[in-house]
């Protein structure tokens, strides 16, 4: 049984290590349909505390966020399938 569960997850490191690989390479040459890195707009907001276990939030200046056509993450940048699900950000003050 041993065996049996060494291959397997000699199969499931190698097959991640050449999903990863080619898409490290895809996002290195740019895939064919389309440009390799794009940009959204976070909006942002200032949570604050108040008193009484209340808190407001206060809007933040909106920033650009560059990220990458790929599945992971690759030369600093999150993947554009995580950063289109990601369009908010909250800042907690306090």
């Not at 290590?17 to 895809?26: E, M, T």
């Not at 939030?57 to 990601?86: D, I, M, Q, T």
Request: aromatic residues 12%.
């Amino acid at each position: 049984m041993t065996r049996d569960r060494k291959r397997i997850l000699i199969g499931v490191l190698v097959t991640t290590a050449v999903i990863y690989g080619l898409d490290d390479l895809s996002a290195r040459l740019g895939v064919p349909a389309g440009p390799r890195f794009s940009t959204f707009t976070i909006t942002r907001f200032y949570h604050v505390n108040e008193k009484f276990n209340k808190f407001s939030f206060e809007p933040a200046p909106s920033v650009e966020e560059r990220c990458v056509n790929a599945l992971f993450p690759h030369s600093g940048a999150w993947p554009c399938w995580y950063v289109k699900r990601h369009t908010t950000q909250t800042i907690v003050v306090n």
